[in-house]
């Protein structure tokens, strides 16, 4: 599951980005795939300027997708 959310952070309306893999699924490259979609969509479709990525900072693996294109977690 993922896609592109409007949501609001600090009373600011923000693009963000979510997935999630089911643990079968996980480690196969889906979520660096569907983050490369989702900021295709955000950047090419929607024409937004910016976007966030909430993960749990334990998540390693998914902090590492995020960090792959420099996007930094939020707590």
Request: proline share 3%; hydrophobic share 50%.
């Amino acid at each position: 599951m993922d896609g592109v959310l409007l949501e609001e952070i600090m009373g600011e309306a923000v693009l963000e980005v979510a997935y999630v893999i089911k643990e079968p699924f996980q480690g196969q490259g889906y979520a660096t795939e569907r983050l490369q979609a989702c900021i295709g969509i955000i950047f090419h479709q929607i024409c937004a300027p910016r976007f966030v990525v909430q993960c749990a900072v334990e998540n390693v693996a998914s902090c590492k997708v995020a960090d792959m294109y420099r996007i930094v977690c939020m707590k």
